[in-house]
């Protein structure tokens, strides 16, 4: 297999500003040809394969493991990504009047990367054939202001074999299609399964740059956090800190974003105000402590640990996930965390159980209570816990045979996310249990309604 070719700092800083990266994978014209007849030949005869669209499809495998590619999604999620098992084929047939703006993120906006997604065009797209449309810098908002032209769309034309890595939460949508040709596009997911610790791209180890004076602080503290810095806070210290705390709640989300990144200069010293504000009636206000919060990083943990203990489920589940979002430099808030996983409001055990893959990441001290969290009656709860598990998996110390169960678990992606943990386990055993789940869970890629054997 040939090396990953990673991205260079400039191409990180046009994902970090932007939200998105064009990738050139240099396959021949007819490999995209194949590619766009065969799936052309399975939405006519079978429809949708939806998450069987790889097997039905086995030639993806040569975009989505080029070394192009491949090196982008090292750079931007670290070495140990997971090929996220939710994938889709999206079909924009001839004439459709196309999608409204959206973001697909099931969860609350979060600025550092720990998911993407990757889209691939088989074949050529105009304007006119319906691309995928997306604001450009979009992907740090919760709400997309109109009449602003920053915010104008942006189609993804191309030539066949158009590669575009995106934040998970970049405002996107399929546009009309007026021509009387279809359009496909696979999107796949990606997740990250460590922490950054270094850089994981081509880095020469240079500081921030950016000449755009857009989110100037928010941007250098992704940029940091990309690069594994223990403390990722930007902005300068302020002391007007009664006028950057009514910021929080600026008309202007641009405004409440630049105003929450710069109240973390204060460090340590603004976090029990940002706390407080985690039970604000106001959305934006919560919100952007949360990013303040996370930014300020170890310093907030104790006093968010405090805030678990509220009355208020909404004041827990904000701080779980801001504990969460804060990463390995909270790893003293786990026990909090695990004890979460039994509270009675189902989506504070959710952020919860997603925190604790991203903070627990040192020890295996979280695995046996988030392999019990796999009995939760809610599946999303199961769904993060599982990853959770397959993210602390290399930590794992005889807890196999309590994990396999949930092999046969009613949810797709709690049982693809335990193979995945099997795998990253690393032991004979579990890659024993892993090659026994294969051989019952393969799936024959001919195998057609019109040749069943």
Same mark, same amino acid.
């Given at each position: 297999?040939?090396?990953?070719? !990673?991205?260079?700092?400039?191409? @990180?800083?046009?994902?970090?500003?932007?939200?998105?990266?064009?990738?050139?994978?240099?396959?021949?014209r007819?490999?995209?040809?194949?590619?766009?007849?065969?799936?052309?030949?399975?939405?006519?005869?079978?429809?949708?394969?939806?998450?069987?669209?790889?097997p039905?499809?086995?030639?993806?495998?040569?975009?989505?493991?080029?070394?192009?590619?491949?090196?982008?999604?090292?750079?931007?999620?670290?070495?140990?990504?997971?090929?996220?098992?939710?994938?889709?084929?999206?079909?924009?047939?001839?004439?459709?009047?196309?999608?409204?703006?959206?973001?697909?993120?099931?969860? !609350?906006?979060?600025? #550092?990367?720990?998911?993407?997604?990757?889209?691939?065009?088989?074949?050529?797209?105009?304007?006119?054939?319906?691309?995928?449309?997306?604001?450009?810098? %979009?992907?740090?908002?919760?709400?997309?202001?109109?009449?602003?032209?920053?915010?104008?769309?942006?189609?993804?034309?191309?030539?066949?074999?158009?590669?575009?890595?995106?934040?998970?939460?970049?405002?996107?949508?399929?546009?009309?299609?007026?021509?009387?040709?279809?359009?496909?596009?696979?999107?796949?997911?990606?997740?990250?399964?460590?922490?950054?610790?270094?850089?994981?791209?081509?880095?020469? &180890?240079?500081?921030?740059?950016?000449?755009?004076?857009?989110?100037?602080? @928010?941007?250098?503290?992704?940029?940091?956090?990309?690069?594994?810095?223990?403390?990722?806070?930007?902005?300068?210290?302020?002391?007007?800190?009664?006028?950057?705390?009514t910021?929080?709640?600026?008309?202007?989300?641009?405004?409440?974003?630049?105003a929450?990144?710069?109240?973390?200069?204060?460090?340590?010293?603004?976090?029990?105000?940002?706390?407080?504000?985690?039970?604000?009636?106001?959305?934006?206000?919560?919100?952007?402590?949360?990013?303040?919060? %996370?930014?300020?990083?170890?310093?907030?943990?104790?006093?968010?640990v405090?805030?678990?203990?509220?009355?208020?489920?909404s004041?827990?589940?904000?701080?779980?996930?801001?504990? &969460?979002?804060?990463?390995?430099?909270?790893?003293?808030?786990?026990?909090?965390?695990?004890?979460?996983?039994?509270?009675?409001?189902?989506?504070?055990?959710?952020?919860?159980?997603?925190?604790? &893959?991203?903070?627990?990441?040192?020890?295996?001290?979280?695995?046996?209570?988030?392999?019990g969290?796999?009995?939760?009656?809610?599946e999303?709860?199961?769904?993060?816990?599982?990853?959770?598990?397959?993210?602390?998996?290399?930590?794992?110390?005889?807890?196999?045979?309590?994990l396999?169960?949930?092999?046969?678990?009613?949810n797709?992606?709690?049982?693809?996310?335990?193979?995945?943990?099997?795998?990253?386990?690393?032991?004979?055993?579990?890659?024993?249990?892993?090659?026994?789940?294969?051989?019952?869970?393969?799936?024959?890629?001919?195998? #057609?309604?019109?040749?069943?054997?």
């Amino acid at each position: 297999m040939d090396a990953p070719i !990673r991205l260079t700092d400039a191409q @990180m800083r046009q994902y970090i500003a932007d939200g998105y990266i064009a990738l050139d994978v240099g396959l021949p014209r007819s490999f995209h040809d194949d590619v766009y007849a065969t799936t052309h030949d399975v939405f006519e005869k079978e429809g949708n394969p939806g998450n069987n669209v790889l097997p039905r499809i086995p030639a993806l495998r040569e975009v989505y493991g080029h070394p192009v590619v491949d090196g982008a999604l090292r750079s931007v999620l670290g070495d140990g990504y997971y090929m996220h098992p939710h994938r889709h084929c999206h079909h924009n047939p001839p004439g459709s009047p196309g999608q409204t703006m959206h973001i697909d993120s099931w969860a !609350r906006r979060r600025h #550092t990367t720990r998911m993407v997604m990757v889209f691939y065009y088989p074949q050529d797209t105009p304007a006119e054939r319906g691309p995928t449309g997306v604001v450009a810098a %979009s992907h740090p908002y919760n709400d997309r202001p109109e009449g602003d032209p920053r915010w104008d769309e942006l189609k993804l034309v191309g030539d066949a074999g158009t590669v575009v890595l995106v934040h998970y939460d970049i405002w996107h949508r399929g546009t009309p299609n007026t021509t009387d040709e279809p359009r496909y596009m696979m999107k796949f997911l990606f997740s990250r399964m460590d922490e950054p610790t270094q850089p994981t791209w081509d880095a020469t &180890g240079d500081a921030w740059q950016d000449d755009t004076g857009l989110h100037p602080a @928010m941007r250098e503290t992704l940029w940091n956090w990309h690069t594994g810095a223990p403390n990722a806070a930007g902005g300068a210290e302020s002391t007007d800190v009664a006028s950057l705390l009514t910021g929080l709640g600026a008309e202007s989300e641009t405004q409440a974003l630049d105003a929450a990144y710069e109240i973390a200069g204060a460090g340590a010293d603004i976090v029990p105000a940002l706390v407080d504000k985690l039970s604000d009636e106001s959305a934006r206000v919560w919100r952007g402590a949360g990013y303040a919060l %996370s930014s300020i990083g170890a310093p907030s943990v104790d006093a968010l640990v405090a805030a678990t203990e509220s009355d208020d489920a909404s004041t827990r589940d904000r701080a779980a996930a801001v504990i &969460g979002d804060i990463g390995m430099p909270a790893a003293a808030a786990t026990s909090t965390l695990v004890d979460l996983l039994k509270d009675d409001d189902t989506t504070v055990r959710q952020h919860a159980a997603n925190a604790l &893959g991203i903070v627990a990441q040192g020890s295996g001290e979280a695995i046996r209570p988030l392999i019990g969290a796999l009995d939760d009656g809610d599946e999303w709860v199961r769904r993060f816990a599982s990853m959770s598990i397959a993210q602390l998996a290399p930590n794992m110390n005889g807890e196999l045979d309590a994990l396999t169960p949930a092999l046969g678990d009613d949810n797709r992606y709690v049982r693809a996310n335990t193979m995945f943990a099997l795998r990253r386990a690393g032991t004979d055993a579990a890659r024993e249990r892993l090659l026994d789940e294969l051989a019952v869970a393969r799936w024959c890629p001919t195998t #057609t309604r019109e040749t069943t054997f």
